[in-house]
């Protein structure tokens, strides 16, 4: 039941403004022989603004029009009719309105401006925490490298991997930061071209170390055909689902990955195991920034899952996450809209 009710949440506000609204329609029926018109009309501007502080234009007005008929109908002499004889009274509903529009102007303002400074906070965490770690791996690997002659080739060459996975990781962030700000602006173009899903999902393998690649994950490609789509946003698609998997999944555990033809449509699926997350958290997983509760020690900006959504929406795909089999599966469907005619 309370799944039901949960969408209606952010409405709350209108429903907190109509019952005040209720309460001052009824105080003001009771005693409008003793209370000025004028004050009768301060006191129901009093939901206008309830709602006007939540920048919501629409239901400003819509609380405006409702305040300005119950005044006009039971307190605006000849009371119980619309008729308006005053033209004074007529310029109090105008400012009701004016009234209305001016704060809710003011607080989408400092709504944008909270939004900037929040983004500002994360922008400023990635870049103080999730780039200063394989920074870290890079500088204290370079440095047991060029002070100590006695390393051995092994320990050499692993030290090298780790340098060349840190280097990787930062590759991959800050592209990651430069495409959600491309694709947060809306002004992209796809370049759409012929895309082969295998050769997509080897590219995307490449991003990671062999060990990684060759031990964890388990890769079934269905023969799709070729895709019309951006092969450089899909391959980023694909990276960023994995590198999600990987950071996320159990220890020692496999990653199901699948690319499956499902004639009107290609579904993308990942599998990886990992500790129970609720269905309420697994809504937000796609949103800008948002990580799950106690993973503070796995590194990450929370944009990859939010980038893959965006570019899902640009194919005119849909994308979703599930809970199942101790673990979390992350669904993809592209619809084909375009066939390559093969001779």
């Given at each position: 039941?309370?799944?039901?009710?949960?969408?209606?949440?952010?409405?709350?506000?209108?429903?907190?403004?109509?019952?005040?609204?209720?309460?001052?329609?009824?105080?003001?029926?009771?005693?409008?022989?003793?209370?000025?018109?004028?004050?009768?009309?301060?006191?129901?501007?009093?939901?206008?603004?309830?709602?006007?502080?939540?920048?919501?234009?629409?239901?400003?007005?819509?609380?405006?029009?409702?305040?300005?008929?119950?005044?006009?109908?039971?307190?605006?002499?000849?009371?119980?009719?619309?008729?308006?004889?005053?033209?004074?009274?007529i310029w109090s509903f105008l400012i009701f309105g004016?009234?209305?529009?001016?704060?809710?102007?003011?607080?989408?303002?400092?709504?944008?401006?909270?939004?900037?400074?929040?983004?500002?906070e994360s922008l400023l965490h990635i870049i103080s925490?999730?780039?200063?770690?394989?920074?870290?791996?890079?500088?204290?690997?370079?440095?047991?490298?060029?002070?100590?002659?006695?390393?051995?080739?092994?320990?050499?060459?692993?030290?090298?991997?780790?340098?060349?996975?840190?280097?990787?990781?930062?590759?991959?962030?800050?592209?990651?930061?430069?495409?959600?700000?491309?694709?947060?602006?809306?002004?992209?173009?796809?370049?759409?071209?012929?895309?082969?899903?295998?050769?997509?999902?080897?590219?995307?393998?490449?991003?990671?170390?062999?060990?990684?690649?060759?031990?964890?994950?388990?890769?079934?490609?269905?023969?799709?055909?070729?895709?019309?789509?951006?092969?450089?946003?899909?391959?980023?698609?694909?990276?960023?689902?994995?590198?999600?998997?990987?950071?996320?999944?159990?220890?020692?555990?496999?990653?199901?990955?699948?690319?499956?033809?499902?004639?009107?449509?290609?579904?993308?699926?990942?599998?990886?195991?990992?500790?129970?997350?609720?269905?309420?958290?697994?809504?937000?997983?796609?949103?800008?920034?948002?990580?799950?509760?106690?993973?503070?020690?796995?590194?990450?900006?929370?944009?990859?899952?939010?980038?893959?959504?965006?570019?899902?929406?640009?194919?005119?795909?849909?994308?979703?996450?599930?809970?199942?089999?101790?673990?979390?599966?992350?669904?993809?469907?592209?619809?084909?809209?375009?066939r390559a005619k093969l001779i």
């Open positions: 039941m309370m799944n039901q009710l949960f969408p209606y949440k952010k409405y709350n506000y209108i429903l907190k403004a109509l019952g005040i609204l209720l309460i001052i329609t009824i105080i003001s029926h009771m005693f409008r022989n003793s209370l000025d018109i004028i004050n009768i009309a301060l006191i129901h501007i009093i939901p206008v603004i309830v709602v006007a502080i939540h920048g919501k234009g629409k239901a400003t007005f819509f609380m405006t029009i409702l305040c300005v008929v119950l005044l006009n109908f039971l307190y605006i002499p000849p009371i119980y009719s619309f008729s308006v004889h005053n033209e004074l009274y004016i009234v209305g529009w001016i704060i809710t102007f003011q607080a989408k303002s400092i709504s944008t401006q909270m939004k900037q400074n929040e983004l500002r925490h999730d780039l200063r770690t394989p920074l870290s791996t890079i500088h204290g690997s370079i440095n047991l490298i060029l002070s100590n002659n006695e390393l051995n080739e092994t320990n050499k060459n692993s030290l090298l991997e780790d340098i060349n996975y840190a280097s990787i990781r930062m590759e991959r962030l800050i592209t990651n930061i430069l495409d959600s700000t491309r694709l947060s602006s809306g002004n992209i173009n796809l370049k759409l071209q012929w895309c082969d899903f295998e050769d997509i999902v080897g590219v995307a393998l490449d991003e990671f170390s062999q060990k990684q690649s060759d031990e964890k994950v388990i890769v079934n490609i269905e023969e799709t055909g070729l895709f019309w789509g951006d092969n450089t946003l899909l391959t980023q698609l694909v990276v960023n689902l994995l590198d999600n998997a990987f950071k996320y999944s159990s220890t020692n555990a496999k990653i199901d990955f699948e690319v499956l033809d499902c004639n009107n449509y290609i579904k993308i699926q990942v599998f990886n195991e990992t500790e129970f997350i609720d269905e309420e958290k697994l809504k937000n997983i796609f949103d800008k920034f948002y990580r799950v509760e106690d993973t503070n020690d796995i590194s990450g900006s929370g944009i990859g899952l939010a980038i893959c959504k965006s570019i899902v929406k640009l194919h005119s795909g849909e994308i979703k996450a599930i809970s199942q089999n101790n673990g979390i599966l992350i669904e993809i469907n592209l619809p084909v809209l375009k």
